[in-house]
């Protein structure tokens, strides 16, 4: 079964403390794995698409990595407009394989 | 450019009663879905149009849950006789390609809060 668990459930980060949420899945293949982030009472945000092991992608303080079992988002030097929930997802090759498995997510809390 | 929207973006049934969600997707995105969002979960999958056709409803809890997109555009997703276990967040999106087209970021809407009485 395909699936997606996301750590940890909370976190919380001083303004300017780096650090990385983590993002491991099974899949019978991988089309892609996606970040996204929410804001309370907001629909999902894009972020990254990855499609391979290796793969790195960079927007602002978030950088996203992939690994054949696990994908990272990492926060370098936060600020407090970051903190939202941050989703993880992939997309399978099967039959339905159009359809976003999500995880819980991981929901960031940036103080200043 | 326009995002995707949905609308009523807040809707309160009483127990039993039909809603009907719409949503308008980015004009022109062949794919449209519909996940159903519970308080500090993920986003579930429902189901998947290609433009007019619907390929996957496998993630419809119910058979009080339908959908419809007849024209490839606005799509509808109603539900007969809610209950309480019905109270969610029921987000749309939508993607440029059908399922032949690669892998694409699908761009969601803000979503409808369902709260059934």
């Known amino acids: 079964e395909d699936q997606v668990t996301q750590s940890p459930e909370a976190l919380r980060l001083q303004e300017g403390e780096s650090s990385s949420l983590n993002c491991s899945y099974t899949?019978?293949?991988?089309?892609?794995l996606f970040w996204y982030r929410q804001d309370p009472g907001k629909g999902p945000e894009f972020l990254f698409t990855?499609?391979?092991a290796g793969e790195e992608k960079e927007k602002e303080r978030l950088k996203a990595t992939l690994t054949k079992k696990e994908s990272f988002l990492h926060i370098t030097a936060p600020k407090p407009e970051d903190s939202a929930t941050y989703l993880c997802?992939?997309?399978?090759?099967?039959?339905?394989?159009?359809?976003?498995?999500f995880g819980k997510g991981t929901t960031l809390s940036v103080s200043s | 450019g326009a995002g995707v929207s949905q609308s009523p973006r807040y809707k309160v049934a009483k127990r039993g009663q039909d809603v009907a969600l719409r949503c308008d997707p980015i004009?022109?995105?062949?794919?449209l879905f519909w996940y159903q969002q519970a308080l500090g979960q993920g986003p579930e999958f429902l189901t998947y149009?290609?433009?007019?056709?619907?390929?996957?409803k496998s993630g419809l809890p119910s058979d009080r849950f339908f959908a419809e997109r007849p024209e490839g555009s606005v799509s509808t997703l109603k539900i007969q006789r809610t209950q309480q276990e019905d109270s969610a967040v029921y987000l749309c999106?939508?993607?440029?390609?059908?399922?032949?087209?690669?892998?694409?970021?699908?761009?969601f809407g803000p979503g409808t809060r369902l709260t059934v009485t």
């Open positions: 999106a939508s993607s440029p390609t059908g399922l032949a087209g690669g892998t694409y970021e699908q761009y």
């Open positions: 899949v019978s293949g991988l089309r892609g």
């Open positions: 990855l499609y391979s």
């Open positions: 997802a992939v997309q399978a090759w099967s039959q339905a394989g159009t359809a976003l498995i």
């Open positions: 004009s022109g995105h062949v794919s």
């Open positions: 149009f290609q433009n007019e056709a619907q390929l996957d």
